[in-house]
């Protein structure tokens, strides 16, 4: 049963790491272009429809072939849902699961290009030298 929840983890994992590196990539992007103003209410658009998709395959079974299959059935859900409470609130909880694991991530992959920088830039100082 452990490794079966490893085994989990891992896909979770690989999952919320592909998440946050293209909102990173995106957010480069936007800085590139002068819209860098932009990077946060992206992230908290882009994080709220998640957790919105997450509660529709989860609570309400929808999956994303219902796109093309049958729209009609999604959008009318996904409206029933947008105006009551219970969904709402529990969009609010996997909104605060996803923004807090984000954010952790985040921060992690800063903290590790920071780590590997000084780390290639010390090897090419030391390489210089000789």
């Known amino acids: 049963m452990s490794l079966l ?9 690989i999952g919320m790491e592909c998440f946050v590196l293209s909102l990173m990539l995106w957010g ?14 992206l992230e908290i658009v882009v994080i709220s429809l998640s957790a919105f998709g997450i509660y529709l395959g989860r609570v309400d079974r929808l999956n994303s072939w219902d796109v093309a299959t ?6 009318n859900q996904a409206f029933r849902d947008s ?25 992690a992959n800063c903290l590790l290009a ?17």
Do not use: C
Request: aromatic share 14%; no cysteine.
């Open 5 to 13: 929840l490893l085994e989990y983890f891992v896909y979770f994992f």
């Open 114 to 130: 920071l780590l590997l920088s000084h780390h290639s830039q010390g090897a090419t100082n030391l390489h210089n030298r000789k």
């Open 70 to 75: 049958d729209p009609e059935h999604l959008l």
């Open 28 to 41: 480069r992007a936007l800085k590139r272009h002068g819209h860098g103003w932009l990077i946060l209410p």
């Open 83 to 107: 105006l009551n409470p219970k969904p709402q609130e529990m969009t609010l909880l996997f909104f605060l699961a996803i923004t807090l694991i984000y954010f952790l991530l985040k921060g």
